[in-house]
């Protein structure tokens, strides 16, 4: 019996983690495999972060919105990196969602809800947060009708840590790309 290497895990990205570069700082062996839709949720910017902003949920809604992100293959030795950056145990959890993809495809994929005790709707995101998504949004060509509606049309706030924010702003690059 011949083993190789395990398969690789995949995981629904729809928030800053669909920018594969900020993804790849957390997880290296991540590839891009196109865009999918997790049915009857809604994009928000409600999960409270450590930082007191609102960072994004794919929340159960229960009619017909989606949420679209992108599927990653990855290792899945590299997961308790992923787990580490979306504090699991502390806003996040893991969740197994069926997703679908461009091809109309059904897939059981890995990605991360926020818990109810982490939700504010009073919350805002900060504008790097919002740009990394918007970033990711448009390097893997989400509809420009859903970026405009669900990502773009977001109030967002000025980060009062200026060290943080010109950090996360370097890592980003041009967010129009």
Partial sequence: METGPPEPAVYFAY????????????????????????PNHALRFHKRSKDKSGKCNAFPSGNDNSVIGVLFAFDPAERAKLDEAE??????????????????????????????????????PYSWYKDFVLAGGKEHGLPPEYIAEYIQSVEAIEDPNKTRDKKQRATLGDPGR
């Fill in 15 to 38: 928030g800053s983690n669909m920018s594969t570069d900020r993804l790849r700082k957390r997880m290296p062996s991540c590839k891009p495999l196109g865009i999918a839709a997790l």
């Fill in 87 to 124: 504090g699991v145990g502390s806003g996040y959890e893991h969740a197994m969602v069926t997703v679908i993809n461009e091809k109309g495809r059904r897939r059981k994929v890995l990605t991360y809800l926020a818990t109810s005790d982490y939700i504010d709707e009073s919350l805002k």
